[in-house]
């Protein structure tokens, strides 16, 4: 037998795919099945599905797009890491939600690839991960930064955001919060200069994007 391990004998690396599009699933299947040293164990359509089928077959990393309908998919790793905080977790982002890749990161996912990125890179995301290494796409690392220099919205401005995407005015957000119109509106204004908005609409917009509020 020759010094090198035969193919039969690589012990392959076990993925958990969890993303709401079924064609993603598939591709990602397919391509992370070509190699040897890999293994597609299970797949989850939406966050609750990711942490049923991740106790089910304890993958060593698990590949999980952050935007899922029923839990989104910082949720999932969240609770994910709580339960197990050394397991292996890449985030598939398309950067629309800057805020929710910072979120993961503080959950402490291990690795964050955006969803065009190359194959190769998604194979060395997982092979590099799995090692218990950490992997960044540089643009996701630039987006991020970016994110963390703006400053942060406070807890009573998140409650504004949220009527605001519920199209409430001023006079309603005020009546909603136990304070006057005024203030309401010193929250509001506070908002679009955090959000760099110049309208209550673009500001929701932008939220919506980063996952600050979520669409009804």
């Not at 092979?127 to 009573?156: C, E, F, N, Y």
């Not at 605001?164 to 005015?169: D, G, P, R, Y």
Request: charged share 25%.
């Amino acid at each position: 037998m020759s010094g090198k391990a035969r193919m039969e004998d690589i012990h392959p690396i076990t993925v958990l795919i969890a993303d709401d599009h079924t064609m993603v699933r598939q591709g990602l299947r397919a391509l992370i099945d070509s190699q040897p040293d890999m293994k597609v164990v299970a797949e989850a359509g939406n966050g609750s599905e990711a942490i049923e089928q991740f106790i089910i077959h304890q993958p060593a990393v698990s590949v999980i797009d952050l935007h899922m309908p029923v839990m989104n998919g910082v949720e999932a790793v969240a609770s994910i890491l709580r339960a197990a905080p050394n397991v292996s977790i890449i985030c598939l982002t398309s950067m629309d939600g800057d805020d929710y890749v910072y979120r993961a990161m503080r959950a402490g996912a291990k690795g964050y690839l955006l969803k065009d990125a190359p194959r190769e890179e998604l194979f060395a995301c997982i092979r590099g991960v799995s090692r218990g290494g950490t992997w960044m796409a540089p643009d996701v690392a630039a987006k991020l930064a970016a994110h963390i220099r703006q400053p942060a919205l406070s807890p009573r401005e998140l409650e504004v955001l949220r009527l605001l995407a519920s199209a409430k005015s001023n006079k309603e957000i005020a009546v909603s919060l136990g304070v006057s119109e005024s203030t309401a509106k010193v929250h509001v204004n506070n908002i679009l200069r955090k959000l760099d908005a110049t309208s209550r609409m673009e500001a929701v917009n932008r939220a919506l994007k980063r996952g600050l509020v979520q669409a009804d």
